[in-house]
């Protein structure tokens, strides 16, 4: 653990060769860390020494966290963090900057999915939605970032998504969502840098964590065979399942990712993460609008609605 007001900065090349002065890497303040990529990064930020403050909604989902931590021999602090809750946040950023003098990175990774179309989700979901995704983004960073202009250096890091660079059906509001990180960290960029910060997106592919377990958010007409998106939504969604069992990136590489974010001693403004996401956003980058609609989007759309 730093002292208070002793965290030193960690510098690294982007290939990872690194070197440390003092005695930490600096606090991190890591978003919902109770399972997936939340979990995955705050343990291996503290097993590369960062002092890491993993902080989740409810802390009876700690125990999965406190195991992994144990095996694998990090030491971190959990604490209690809703991103919808600006008691709560407030409570966490001080308790950190109390315990730590600063807070050299934040790891915007809490978030929720809503799968379904447009029309079978409700206003309700769709706000709950961004208040997570979006509002909940801002408001820790929003807590955090006069510390780091304090302190003149700190890193944000946003994990946002290949659904925040090209649009998916039956996931409309889930990439609004991501579209929205992506224009807000790409504007925040802009106005910090001259204080010396840095903000940094990560985008991974399709990565399997609980979203498609037991945290799986579904529109709520979506499963009703009343709707005229049922049996579309239904093959898109086995297609889904099929893409998430053969997707080769885990939640451990996304953690790496985060962690070169964090160390390099001139971070990229994005992070791409995964070979899937790294080719979609290359077709959408290079190929001409309308033949990658015709290719990638028209695809798509034939292959789900063939089950119509």
């Given at each position: 653990?730093?002292?208070?007001?002793?965290?030193?900065?960690?510098?690294?090349?982007?290939?990872?060769?690194?070197?440390?002065?003092?005695?930490?890497?600096?606090?991190?303040?890591?978003?919902?860390?109770?399972?997936?990529?939340?979990?995955?990064?705050?343990?291996?930020?503290?097993?590369?020494?960062?002092?890491?403050?993993?902080?989740?909604?409810?802390?009876?989902?700690?125990?999965?966290?406190?195991?992994?931590?144990?095996?694998?021999?990090?030491?971190?602090?959990?604490?209690?963090?809703?991103?919808?809750?600006?008691?709560?946040?407030?409570?966490?950023?001080?308790?950190?900057?109390?315990?730590?003098?600063?807070?050299?990175?934040?790891?915007?990774?809490?978030?929720?999915?809503?799968?379904?179309?447009?029309?079978?989700?409700?206003?309700?979901?769709?706000?709950?939605?961004?208040?997570?995704?979006?509002?909940?983004?801002?408001?820790?960073?929003?807590a955090v970032l006069p510390?780091?202009?304090?302190?003149?250096?700190?890193?944000?890091?946003?994990?946002?998504?290949?659904?925040?660079?090209?649009?998916?059906?039956?996931?409309?509001?889930?990439?609004?969502?991501?579209?929205?990180?992506?224009?807000?960290?790409?504007?925040?960029?802009?106005?910090?840098?001259?204080?010396?910060?840095?903000?940094?997106?990560?985008?991974?592919?399709?990565?399997?964590?609980?979203?498609?377990?037991?945290?799986?958010?579904?529109?709520?007409?979506?499963?009703?065979?009343?709707?005229?998106?049922?049996?579309?939504?239904?093959?898109?969604?086995?297609?889904?399942?099929?893409?998430?069992?053969?997707?080769?990136?885990?939640?451990?590489?996304?953690?790496?990712?985060?962690?070169?974010?964090?160390?390099?001693?001139?971070?990229?403004?994005?992070?791409?993460?995964?070979?899937?996401?790294?080719?979609?956003?290359?077709?959408?980058?290079?190929l001409p609008g309308q033949?990658?609609?015709?290719?990638?989007?028209?695809?798509?759309?034939?292959?789900?609605?063939?089950?119509?």
């Amino acid at each position: 653990m730093a002292l208070p007001g002793r965290s030193s900065l960690h510098f690294a090349s982007e290939n990872g060769t690194s070197g440390t002065r003092g005695m930490s890497k600096g606090a991190v303040l890591v978003t919902g860390a109770s399972s997936g990529i939340g979990l995955q990064t705050a343990v291996f930020l503290a097993q590369h020494g960062f002092e890491v403050y993993a902080s989740m909604r409810n802390l009876g989902h700690k125990g999965r966290l406190e195991a992994e931590a144990a095996r694998r021999g990090a030491e971190l602090q959990v604490l209690q963090l809703d991103v919808t809750d600006r008691a709560s946040i407030t409570a966490a950023v001080h308790t950190a900057i109390a315990q730590s003098g600063s807070i050299h990175g934040l790891v915007n990774n809490a978030g929720a999915q809503l799968r379904g179309y447009f029309e079978d989700s409700s206003d309700i979901q769709v706000r709950h939605l961004f208040e997570t995704n979006v509002f909940g983004t801002i408001a820790v960073t929003r807590a955090v970032l006069p510390h780091m202009r304090a302190a003149h250096r700190g890193r944000v890091v946003l994990i946002t998504s290949v659904g925040g660079k090209v649009g998916s059906m039956a996931l409309s509001a889930y990439c609004a969502t991501k579209f929205a990180l992506e224009g807000f960290g790409e504007s925040l960029a802009l106005e910090v840098a001259p204080f010396g910060l840095q903000v940094i997106m990560v985008e991974p592919a399709i990565v399997k964590t609980d979203i498609w377990g037991r945290n799986r958010g579904v529109a709520e007409g979506a499963l009703s065979p009343d709707s005229p998106y049922y049996a579309w939504f239904c093959e898109f969604e086995r297609l889904s399942d099929r893409m998430v069992g053969s997707s080769p990136t885990k939640p451990i590489d996304v953690a790496k990712a985060v962690h070169r974010a964090l160390v390099a001693k001139r971070p990229r403004l994005r992070y791409v993460v995964g070979r899937r996401a790294g080719l979609v956003i290359a077709l959408r980058r290079f190929l001409p609008g309308q033949f990658f609609e015709r290719l990638y989007f028209g695809e798509a759309v034939r292959r789900v609605t063939k089950a119509g």
